[in-house]
């Protein structure tokens, strides 16, 4: 079983951590060791939080932003630095075992209210993201996919757009994301937005 260690700020702890995840480590710095098989958690604003996101994630550890306020500037940093998932850091224990089942199963936890605000964040700014890709590796038509996509396209829109099936949309998705070497749209739209 995957242990998760929660890093905060002193004093500010949920009960909720302890009943998802009984056996869990909670510590205001960085621990001595941390194990391949750990879960990280962070609250945002705790000191160095962004360079400790970055050094796991380095690791290939999964990483979890918490935040006592959700804010898509926050959530945006917490992705560029490798976070797989952004979360209320009050949220209750179903919430917190979902954001682990989630991000186990190689997806990203985005809180609902903020995710259109990012895909419209996303499809519009231009930043640099740590993940180097060749979008030479994809065919014409896979980049014509990507390039509609990446403007917050859903499928459907993507599918009528080049007037073809919503499940060869699919299919080509499922290619770009094995070629690319990403989990998710999100993850997509950030490796694109970065070249």
């Not at 995840?21 to 194990?35: L, M, S």
């Not at 705790?46 to 290939?60: A, F």
């Not at 940093?77 to 954001?99: C, D, F, H, N, P």
Request: glycine share 4%; with cysteine.
């Amino acid at each position: 079983m995957r242990q998760s260690i929660f890093i905060t700020q002193p004093e500010f702890e949920s009960k909720h951590w302890h009943s998802a995840f009984p056996g869990c480590i909670v510590c205001t710095k960085e621990p001595n060791r941390v194990a391949a098989s750990n879960i990280i958690w962070i609250l945002a604003n705790t000191p160095d939080w962004l360079t400790i996101v970055k050094k796991y994630t380095q690791q290939r550890l999964p990483v979890i932003v918490m935040t006592n306020n959700l804010d898509i500037d926050e959530l945006r940093m917490a992705l560029q630095a490798g976070a797989r998932g952004y979360v209320e850091a009050l949220a209750s224990k179903v919430i917190i075992e979902q954001v682990l089942e989630t991000i186990c199963s190689d997806a990203t936890w985005i809180p609902g209210q903020l995710l259109s605000n990012l895909v419209g964040a996303l499809s519009k700014a231009n930043f640099n993201y740590s993940h180097t890709c060749n979008l030479d590796v994809l065919t014409k038509r896979e980049r014509q996919v990507v390039d509609i996509v990446v403007t917050g396209a859903t499928n459907k829109q993507a599918a009528q757009s080049l007037s073809i099936t919503e499940r060869t949309i699919k299919e080509h998705m499922g290619s770009i994301f094995n070629k690319l070497k990403v989990r998710d749209r999100i993850q997509l739209m950030l490796v694109v937005k970065g070249n």
